[in-house]
């Protein structure tokens, strides 16, 4: 999962020897009251008494959903039409008595993405939830969220129908059997294969196109149609040609759907970001600037798509057969979400999808993010107990300190190898030892990772991954010819140092002055002035920080600068033209990051290796 952050959901595929199948339909011309009716034809059961699940947790988000609580109107019903006994026992499991005459269930699913009674406080990440508009004829479905399993029969196959009405067309991964107008049969091989795959209903804006051997599809719904379908993969197609060199040459899946729910106004949880899965990846992002919108896609699909490398293909016991209910938590959560988070920051310098200065931009905002966390305890422990309420809270390090770790690790492997391996090459190996079909054991991987690369390898994972030591940047970087300084002092251009915000109108002011330094002093900036103009270029939400980006860019120190603002005087509003020269002041940056001007040839070779130039 990626909320601006993120989330990682996977398939294991495992074959059955149960009876029968499960016939499930989802009627979404139903909808009312923002609930959608199913109705589950159940397989064969045997026994006096089953138990009815949903999940507490999905494999990737990292925290308790409980989906039973969006569960209403459960019954049980035999072949004669006749209600059996039902006792719902807890907030995701409901015991079923006289099992053998059950032929179906059927109930009510809430939407996730709106509050109703019962909700509770814990709201879902939309991305992992279930939206239900049919005044918008838009429904958003996790599969997880509308249907479960019967305890002990999770891995029999499942048939999915979806009725419709004839506007709308669903996006998918899943395999689709039958289509029609107004209804899509899909097929799954168990419930693991069926949670794994999310469906978007819309009126359609879809897009299908073949990308290195693969066939992408983009589904997106913008209600003010400030994206399209196009627009989407348009800006995904360089990106994903060079995922594919990345990873040996070609895209190791022969499809992938990118399903993608933009909303106009704010969400119930507060974020957005994205849920990936090992064929598709479902996104709930603001509708915004379209090019900052396209960007903001382009950036989160980077890291999504990585997660058919880990963990569908390289992934521990406890993920490859997932309890739904009762979850045991891997120790490698930098390995799913650090290292999938610094390979599509990677991929991008290493096929001048953007530079260097911007690379080391991205890693110099994480070494700063790591800092908020309290790293007290090794990666593996923080893992293994993620959802502890002291490490949830610590969740958000995964893509930081994660990163970093692979970021380091990724150099010790090029030097001690020398350039024979690098991170890539052994996720490679890896895959091949094991793959969607095998796990590795937790307390393995490390000894694993060493026979394949060397004992220096090995010693880096259980010193900075297995121990909660500090990362050495400034050795390990400095390999690659990266210089570190944890603080720097440097003379830069300055745009004041007053603190900015938002209005009621959702402009741009200043409502702080505290640490406001010279510049700001000069120009006269005052609390409560509403910016209008920096440097002859309008401010508003949208262009605040392209525009001051743009002011420290480009401006010398003795520039004339000129900034309209908006401001009270003597009771009236008027607007008011600042100025004042530009001038460079003292500034201490923490963590500095930049290339060594003079690197020794050990250092050009390494970085050479590194960056895909040797």
Known sequence: MKKTLTLSLILISLFSFSQGEYKVKIDLTQAKNDQVPVEILVPNIEGESIEYHMPKIVPGTYSISDFGRFISEFKAIDADGNFLEVDNISTNKWVIKDASKLDKITYWVDDSFDDFKGYGSNRLFE?????????????????????????????????????????????????????TDTSDTYTAANY???????????????????????????????????????DVMDNIDELMEAQAKYLGGKLPVDRYAYLIYLFDSPTISGSYGALEHSYSSLYTLP??????????????????????VTPLNIHSEEIHDFNYIEPEMSQHLWLYEGVTEY???????????????????????????QEQ?????????????????????????VYAGGALIAWCLDLTIIKSTN?????????????????????????????????????????????????????????????????????????????????????????????????????????????????????????????????????????????????????????????????????????????????????????????????GEA
Do not use: C
């Open 343 to 369: 390979s599509s920051q990677h991929v991008q310098v290493k096929y001048d999808l953007y530079d260097l200065e911007d690379f080391l931009a991205e890693m110099h905002n994480k070494i700063n993010q």
């Open 419 to 611: 350039g024979q391996m690098d991170l890539q090459s052994v996720l490679r190996e890896l895959s091949k030892n094991y793959g969607p079909m095998k796990a590795f054991k937790d307390e393995e991987l490390f000894g694993e990772i060493e026979k394949i690369t060397t004992p220096e390898v090995g010693e880096f994972l259980r010193t900075y991954v297995g121990h909660a030591n500090k990362l050495p940047y400034s050795e390990i970087l400095g390999w690659s010819g990266i210089r570190y300084a944890e603080d720097n002092d440097e003379m830069v251009i300055t745009a004041g140092k007053f603190t900015p915000a938002l209005n009621e109108n959702q402009e741009i002011y200043v409502a702080g002055t505290d640490e406001m330094n010279d510049f700001g002093k000069d120009l006269g900036l005052k609390e409560g002035d509403v910016l209008l103009e920096w440097a002859g270029q309008e401010i508003n939400i949208q262009s605040f920080q392209d525009v001051i980006q743009s002011f420290y860019n480009d401006t010398k120190a003795g520039d004339k600068i000129t900034v309209m603002v908006r401001r009270e005087v003597k009771g009236k509003t008027k607007e008011v033209k600042l100025k004042a020269k530009a001038k460079k002041v003292k500034s201490s940056q923490k963590h500095l990051l930049e290339e060594i001007e003079n690197p020794s040839p050990e250092q050009q070779k390494i970085k050479a290796f590194w960056l």
């Open 192 to 230: 693991n294969f069926l949670a794994d795959a999310p469906i978007m209903y819309s009126k359609p804006d879809i897009v299908t196109k073949e990308i290195a051997g693969a066939e992408i599809l983009v589904s997106v719904y913008s209600p003010n149609k400030v994206l399209s379908a196009a």
């Open 127 to 179: 991305p992992g939830g279930m939206s239900i508009e049919a005044d918008n004829n838009v429904f958003v479905i996790n599969t997880f969220g509308f249907v479960g399993y019967i305890d002990g029969y999770k891995f029999n196959p499942y048939e999915l129908t979806v009725v419709h009405n004839e506007e709308i067309k669903g996006a998918t991964s899943l395999k689709k059997e039958v289509e």
């Open 373 to 397: 966390y309290n790293v007290d305890i090794p990666y593996t422990e923080f893992s293994e107990n993620i959802l502890e309420p002291k490490n949830e809270r610590r969740y958000g390090d």
């Open 287 to 308: 509708e915004m600037d379209p090019q900052r919108i396209s960007q903001t896609v382009k950036d989160v699909a980077a890291h999504e798509f990585f997660h058919i």
